[in-house]
């Protein structure tokens, strides 16, 4: 099974509270990552989050101005 993944780049200092925005607004739609990393990159963090659903890991780079890694 192919995995969707999303790249999300974050301020260090919005880590945390984006971190608890994402898990608020995964709950909501009843989406269940199947990964979920994060690396220091250049002064920001850069998640990607990983979805066995392709139109799950669409819809979460939309909400969280993110791309889509093909």
Known sequence: MALHTTEIRAA???FSGEMSRM???L???HF???TFRYNHVDGAI????????EQEADA?????GGRILR
């Open 60 to 64: 979460f780079a939309r909400e969280f």
């Open 32 to 34: 269940a990552p199947a």
């Open 46 to 53: 850069v998640i990607r989050v990983e979805f066995s659903v």
């Open 23 to 25: 898990r608020t607004w």
């Open 27 to 29: 709950d909501s739609q």
């Open 12 to 14: 260090n200092i919005a």
